[in-house]
């Protein structure tokens, strides 16, 4: 991939211009060294580049012509992160098949936000709440190479880093619209002197959505102010707030989604409703010449209303503390850290009028959490070019839920795990790495596991899902082509796995299969075929089973493709480009465990373009589904299709057009 040639000159450039991991115009002998946005983003790829397994940095460049509703727009082309639309801001979110069959919400990924989770304290989450037309970059670790940030998920962490006022000075506006009465607005000032810095993003959207009763609007603030307290100490405060008001499409059953997939679903006036407030802290020292010491803490504070088939209400508050230290010196390289967290819910539960809670509460409890990750690794190269890794996460954590209507249905379970990792890397040539590593992870069971729905409220009994994953692959760039390549094997056990609730018949919706795996292929391929053209392509493979499962045998999992393939061709300079894209599904994935039902694939295509009309100013185009393709994008699983009536399916987004223009002052 482009971003490994990056990162080789990223780590050169590094070499050049700096001896510390220092923070901003820094002085040298022969100057002040300034800090830009190119500068991180060479710092972060150069780390990638250190890492014996899957990463990928994203610069916000790569998606900067799209309407970036979602997450999805922005990692689309990441190897191995599967990101598929339902409706709206909400997508599917996975990687290698982390929180496979989660409908709703996320887990088995670890969010951070500028090196901070933004995850519940009981490792569930939102990504509704990052938009990525803030971000600078993103990083994505996948599997056990995410244990830089303490993660010992299956599917790793993705972590989105935000623009400083030294960064990023000056003004930027955004501005974009179109189909669905779709319109987005972005503004961002930065300021910078010799002590301090700060950067302000507002952001704002509104739509109509490609499907009925899927309106949704959202307003977003962030910002940071950094305070340089001495050469080598530096303070960050960082504030975000979101609300967003989401009206809920649904799931529709196949007939529709391939006849009328604009249809939604009215019934009970369904939505989800979120205003969040974020508040961090971020000191950093600089130990000796080649060493950094992050301390911090932060306080998320959320309130959730959510009719579906009740009316969810839910006010949460978390707080954490966490530490990282890194250092490096000539052929060893150390890291170590821990983070903690603590959270409390107040959930209540209603019955839903039409998307009003009416009457007391069916339910209501007091879920608290913690959990506690402490992790290290060590780096030694033994010979020049070749690195040896160890190093493990060890995870302490509870969860207890206070049954206020029905005291004998509260519980409370610990957990502790460690998840050991062994990794090598070994680089023949200045432009071509190989890798390998073998880890355990491991997945404490949340509160949307944990608490069983109505009408038996209560706390159901799960394990922690485990997994040995097996990893090798290479990374590199020869002639025209860039590559980034990783083929994985996790064995799990008690693997967390959903199917859809039918209240008052099947009140709990997760369960822990017996032994699944999960195998696959996560391909990226970058040819520069002219000055002028480039070719970006990413394939993913996803082969999750059963394994000898006394119900479903070696049958295959529902939710995820076999096959992904995307590829986009971008054609033109910096001040012009048009990039024709083309994403093929051969087949879509299981609707149910028994594998009894499987839709027909796609192919979408679209066209993204650019054109610098004059200096800071450039207009943007996106085109998507131009051929109005009809096809099922995702789907929630259950244990077995019933008939066709069964609404399991989300269509594909409709054909949609955007036009945008973005300045820079």
Known sequence: MKNFARALTGASL??????????????????????????ILAEAQAQAARTPGGTDIVAAEDYKDKAAVSLRDA???????????????????????????RGFHMRGLTLLQDGIPINLADNNGDFQELDPTIFQHLEVYRGAN??????????????????????????TLRVDGGSFETFRGLATVGYADDRADVWVAVAGDTSSSDRQHGDRHAFRFNGNVGLRLTDRIETRFYASAQTIRQELAGALNLAKVLSEPKTGNFVGNQKRDIDSLRLQNRTRFSIGDTGTLDVGVFLNQKSLFHPIFDVIDQDST??????????????????????????????????????????????????TARTTDVYG??????????????????????????????P????????????????????????????????????????????????????????PQTAWTAEFGTRGKVGIASWDVSFYRADLKKELLQYSVVPGVIPVSTFNAGKTRHQGIEAGLDLALMPWATLRQVYTLSDFTFRNDVQFGNNRLPVIATHLYRAELRLGTEAFTVA???????????????????????????????????????????????????????????????????????????RAFSLGVRAAF
């Open 14 to 39: 590094l070499a050049v211009l700096v001896s510390t991991p220092a923070f901003a115009d820094e002085t040298s002998a022969d100057g002040p060294i300034i800090v830009t946005a190119e500068r």
């Open 75 to 101: 990692l689309g082309f990441s190897p191995g992160v599967y990101t598929q639309p339902r409706f709206g801001q909400e997508v599917r979110l996975s990687i290698r098949g982390s929180g496979l069959s």
């Open 146 to 171: 995410a244990l830089r940030f303490g993660s010992a998920t299956l599917g790793g962490a993705i972590n989105g880093v935000t623009p400083t006022g030294r960064t990023a000075p000056g003004v």
């Open 318 to 367: 978390d707080y954490g503390v966490y530490g990282r230290y890194e250092q490096s010196w000539d052929r060893v390289a150390l890291t170590a850290g821990a983070t903690s967290r603590w959270g409390r819910v107040n959930a209540l539960q209603y019955a839903n009028v039409n998307g009003h809670a009416v009457g007391a509460p069916k339910a209501s409890a007091l879920q």
């Open 377 to 406: 690794e060590v780096r030694v190269a033994p010979i020049a070019d070749l690195w040896l890794i160890a190093g493990g996460v060890y995870i302490d954590g509870r969860r207890t839920v206070e049954n206020r209507l029905n």
């Open 408 to 463: 004998l249905a509260s519980d409370g379970e610990s957990f502790s795990e460690f998840t050991p990792k062994f990794g090598v890397l070994y680089q023949p040539s200045a432009a071509i790495q190989l890798y390998a590593n073998y880890s355990r992870s491991a997945e404490l069971p949340g509160f949307s596991e944990l608490a069983a729905a109505q009408p038996n409220p209560g706390f159901v009994a799960l394990k």
């Open 580 to 654: 024709p894209n083309f994403e093929w599904v051969p087949r879509a994935a299981y609707a149910d465990y028994a594998n009894t039902t499987r839709p027909d694939g796609y192919t979408l295509l679209g066209l993204t373009a650019h054109a610098q009309v004059m200096k800071g100013v450039t207009l943007f185009a996106d085109a998507r589904n131009l051929t109005g393709k009809k096809a099922v994008g995702d789907i929630g699983a259950v244990v077995r299709v019933t008939g066709p009536a069964q609404a399991l399916y989300y269509p594909v987004e409709r």
